[in-house]
């Protein structure tokens, strides 16, 4: 069963303008992390995020956490071509450590 | 450093065969993990390992064997290939710890006739 669930699952927008999506996930977590992963190859680690945490940056990455609703939010600011790609949340929680559960992801199509 | 390296890339067999998927890191990172990705779904993990000699099952073990004696390796063995098992298998490594980030391999294409 998949813990975290991405939305949209699809996102085509135009150089320059923000894409956001959304992370939710049914029970309490330890850590939330997202990845990157261009089509054909392997995952590439963006942020984590501990559930202590509120809020990260990574420079045009901003990842947001809200426990209460139990979802994440993950904003690329001023998208360039080269952020087309899938991206995936994953997330541990107390009766797991450490055994992530990814979402299917978020495609992300940026145009110029 | 080379990374995390898996070989094959892509590999083909027949239903009942066995097969060992390679994976090696070179950054002395104590944690490894194999997950498969199939169509429409994110990755799930098989199994992991928090250091040499002690490994430990994920959410599909199922079909899938690993060990690990050294801290570089953890191959992924497939006792009787079935056509269930058929797609990507990613092996991954951890640093600091397991909860912390992960490198991932470049993938292994697997497709069972």
């Known amino acids: 069963s998949q813990q975290g669930e991405e939305d949209p699952q699809a996102l085509s927008i135009q150089e320059g303008e923000n894409a956001t999506m959304n992370c939710s996930y049914k029970?309490?977590?330890?850590?939330l992390q997202w990845y990157r992963q261009n089509s054909g190859r392997g995952l590439v680690h963006l942020i984590l995020i501990r559930s202590n945490e509120r809020e990260k940056h990574s420079g045009r990455l901003r990842v947001t956490l809200d426990t209460s609703k139990k979802s994440s939010s993950l904003l690329i600011t001023a998208s360039r071509a080269a952020d087309t790609a899938s991206y995936f949340c994953?997330?541990?929680?107390?009766?797991?450590?450490?055994?992530?559960?990814f979402g299917a992801g978020t495609q992300v199509v940026v145009t110029p | 450093n080379a990374g995390v390296t898996q070989t094959p890339k892509f590999q083909v067999l027949k239903t009942g065969q066995s097969m060992t998927l390679q994976c090696a890191q070179d950054m002395n990172h104590e944690y490894m993990s194999w997950y498969r990705q199939d169509p429409g779904m994110g990755l799930r993990l098989i199994h992991y390992s928090v250091g040499a000699g002690i490994t430990d099952q994920g959410e599909v073990p199922n079909g899938y064997n690993v060990s690990r004696s050294t801290t570089e390796d953890f191959p992924l063995r497939l006792l009787s290939a079935a056509p269930s098992q058929t797609s990507v298998y990613f092996c991954a490594s951890s640093y600091p710890t397991l909860v912390d980030t992960q490198y991932f391999g470049p993938g292994t294409r697997l497709t069972v006739l």
């Open positions: 994953a997330t541990d929680s107390a009766d797991s450590w450490g055994k992530f559960q």
């Open positions: 029970t309490s977590i330890n850590n």
